[in-house]
C-alpha cells in the first residue's frame, strides 16, 4: 500500500511539474542538477526534436540517435544557457547543428534515402498518412503517391545539407527565417538567401514531375 | 523593380516573409511581366509537390524507445561533484557579470570601497569592544535592534580560559521607500518585485502599476519596463500576473517588433486560454503583418481551444488573401 501511494503520488507529482512549473523556473532547476526538472522540459520538446530528425533522416533509428545525443547535450550544457534567447531557440539549435552533422555524413557516403526507415530498417509508407478523402482505395494512385514522395526525396537529396536544412525548418516546421538565422548561428539575410537557392534546385528538380 | 530582385521576393512572398509595401511592389511588377508571373506559379507548384512529403508525428514506440534510452544514458551518468557544481555556479554569476561590463566595473569599484570602508569600521569596533570589555567584562551586552531581523548566526566564538563568547550574526534590516511612479528608485523596485518576489499577490501589483505606466504612455523603455513585461509575459507562472503583462505591451505591438514577437509567442505556446484570446484580440491591428497571419494559420487549425481557432479564422477572413 505504502509502495502505490509512493508511486501514485510520485507520477502524479510528476505531471503536476510538467503542467504548471513555467520553463523558466524548470531550467532553474534543473541547472541546479534536478533529474526531474531536466526530464520535464525533455517532455515539452522531444516530440518536436522527433518529428523533425525523422523528416529529415527519414529513419527511425537516426532519428533516436539525433534525439539521444541532443538531449545529452542540452544535459551538460544546460549551466551554460543565460536566457538570452528562448530555451525552445537553444534546445533547436544543438538539433540543427546534430542534423547538419548527420547530412554532411550522408552526402560523404552517398546514402540518399528515398523512403523511410523503421528501427528494424523496414520501409515506413509516409504517404500512408495523408488521409484520402474518397470513399474507396485506389492501388494505382498508392502507387503513384510513393513513386512521388519517393523523387521528392530524392529531389530533397541533391541539396546541400545547409539547404536542405534551411527548406526543411522554412517550408515543413514553418518557423520565421530569423529564427531558422538564430538557430544556424547565421543572420536572417543569409537564410533567405539559402531558401532562394534551395528553391530554385528543387523546382529545376521536380519540373518534370508538374 | 528588375526581374532578378523580383525572382527572390516570390520566394520570400511565397513563404509569407515579404514586407507588406514590397509585396505590393511586386504584385505591380508581376502584373507588368509574365515571366515572373510564370516563375511564381511555378514555386507554387514546387510547394504544392513538396508537401506530398508530410511531416509525421513520430510513433509512440519512437517516443518511448527514445525516451527509456536517453533515461538510461542519463542514469549512468555520474553525479556532478560538489566542486563541479560550484565551478558551474561561478561560471554562470561570472558570465552574468560579463554581459554587463559597466555594471560589473561600478560593482568592482563599489565593492572595493565597501570593503575598505567596512574594514575601518570593523577595526574601529573591534578596538572599542576590546576597550569596553577590559572596563565592563561581568555586564551582558544585550541585542537592541528591534527593527532588523537575524536570518542566522554565522560564527560563535569563546574566548579561552574566559566566560566571554563573541557571536557573528547577520541580519536583514526591512527598509520602506516611498515614492512616485515616475520615480526611477521606485521603477527599479517594482520591476525587481515582477521578476523575483515569491508572492504572486506581490508580483500581481508589481506588474499591475507598471503596465498601468505603459498603457499611460509614460517612459516605458528607457527604464527597461517593456523588457521587464516581456520577460514576466515569458515565464510569469500566474496567469493573471501574465495577462497583466500583456496589457501593459498592447500599445507597442504595432511599433515594436520586439513586442510583437513576443506575443506571437503567447498566442502559440501560453497554456492559458485567455491570454491566448488576448494575444489575437492585440495582434488585430497588425493582422497586414505577414508573420503574424502565419501564426494566425497556425493557431487557426491547431489550437486546441476552438473559440481560439474561430476567432483567429475571423480576424484572417478580414484580411484579403495574399495573391
Known amino acids: 500500500m505504502a509502495s502505490t501511494t509512493t508511486m501514485d503520488g510520485g507520477k502524479s507529482a510528476q505531471e503536476r511539474m510538467q503542467a504548471r512549473a513555467p520553463e523558466m523556473e524548470l531550467i532553474r532547476e534543473a541547472q541546479a542538477g534536478s533529474r526531474a526538472a531536466f526530464d520535464a522540459l525533455v ?19 537516426d532519428a533516436e540517435d ?62 500512408a498518412s495523408v488521409s484520402d478523402d474518397r470513399s474507396f482505395s ?39 527565417l530569423r529564427t531558422i538565422g538564430e538557430m544556424l548561428s547565421t543572420t536572417e539575410e543569409t537564410a533567405k538567401n539559402t531558401l532562394f537557392r534551395a528553391t530554385k534546385k528543387l523546382r529545376l528538380q521536380l519540373a518534370e514531375l508538374r | 523593380m528588375n526581374c532578378e530582385l523580383a525572382h527572390e521576393r516570390i ?59 536517453l533515461e538510461e544514458a542519463l542514469d549512468a551518468l555520474p553525479p556532478k561533484r560538489w566542486y563541479e557544481r560550484l565551478t558551474q555556479r561561478t561560471m554562470n554569476n561570472f558570465a552574468s557579470l560579463q554581459a554587463a561590463p559597466v555594471a560589473a566595473c561600478l560593482l568592482l569599484v563599489v565593492g572595493a570601497g565597501a570593503g575598505i570602508l567596512g574594514g575601518y569600521e570593523y577595526a574601529q569596533s573591534r578596538a572599542a569592544h576590546a576597550a569596553a570589555l577590559a572596563h565592563d567584562v561581568n555586564r551582558p551586552h544585550p541585542i537592541d535592534q528591534p527593527a532588523a531581523e537575524i536570518t542566522n548566526i554565522s560564527s560563535i566564538v569563546r574566548q579561552p580560559n574566559s566566560e566571554m563568547v563573541e557571536v557573528r550574526y547577520n541580519q536583514v534590516v526591512p527598509q520602506q521607500m516611498e515614492g512616485s511612479l515616475d520615480d526611477p528608485k521606485i521603477r527599479e523596485l517594482l520591476m525587481l518585485a515582477s521578476e523575483n518576489s515569491a508572492s504572486a499577490g506581490v508580483r500581481d501589483d508589481s506588474v499591475g502599476l507598471l503596465a498601468a505606466e505603459c498603457r499611460a504612455g509614460h517612459s516605458c523603455q528607457a527604464a527597461g519596463i517593456r523588457d521587464a513585461l516581456m520577460v514576466v509575459l515569458r515565464y510569469d507562472k500566474n496567469a493573471g500576473v501574465r495577462l497583466k503583462a500583456l496589457d501593459g505591451l498592447e500599445p507597442y505591438v504595432a511599433a515594436d517588433t520586439r513586442v510583437r514577437d513576443a506575443v506571437l509567442e503567447a498566442l502559440l505556446n501560453d497554456t492559458d486560454p485567455r491570454i491566448r484570446t488576448k494575444a489575437v484580440d492585440i495582434l488585430e491591428p497588425v493582422e497586414a503583418d505577414t508573420s503574424v497571419r502565419q501564426v494566425l494559420h497556425t493557431v487557426a ?20 488573401e495574399i495573391q
Open chain 1, 43 to 61: 517532455r515539452q520538446y522531444e516530440h518536436q526534436v522527433l518529428r523533425l530528425a525523422l523528416h529529415l533522416t527519414g529513419s527511425e533509428h
Open chain 2, 301 to 320: 487549425n491547431s489550437d486546441q481551444n476552438p473559440h481560439i481557432r474561430t476567432v483567429s479564422r475571423e480576424v484572417l477572413s478580414r484580411v484579403p
Open chain 1, 138 to 176: 485506389n492501388p494505382a494512385k498508392e502507387l503513384d503517391r510513393k513513386v512521388l514522395g519517393a523523387r521528392i526525396q530524392a529531389a530533397l537529396g541533391k541539396l546541400t545539407p545547409r539547404e536542405r536544412m534551411v527548406f526543411e525548418l522554412k517550408h515543413y516546421q514553418g518557423l520565421r
Open chain 2, 11 to 69: 520566394v520570400t512572398a511565397a513563404y509569407g516573409e515579404l514586407p507588406d509595401e514590397q509585396l505590393h511592389e511586386l504584385e505591380r511588377h508581376m502584373t507588368a511581366c509574365p515571366d515572373c508571373h510564370s516563375d511564381r506559379e511555378q514555386l507554387l507548384a514546387m510547394k504544392i509537390l513538396a508537401n506530398a512529403l508530410p511531416v509525421v508525428e513520430p510513433p509512440a514506440n519512437l517516443v518511448a524507445r527514445s525516451r527509456l534510452r
Open chain 1, 66 to 127: 539525433i534525439y539521444q545525443e541532443a538531449f545529452l547535450k542540452a544535459y551538460r550544457y544546460i549551466g551554460n544557457f543565460r536566457f538570452e534567447c528562448s530555451f525552445y531557440t537553444w534546445i533547436y539549435r544543438i538539433v540543427t547543428n546534430l542534423c547538419l552533422d548527420q547530412l554532411r555524413r550522408r552526402k560523404t557516403r552517398r546514402e540518399d534515402r528515398a523512403v523511410v526507415l523503421d528501427h528494424s530498417g523496414d520501409e515506413i509508407d509516409v504517404l
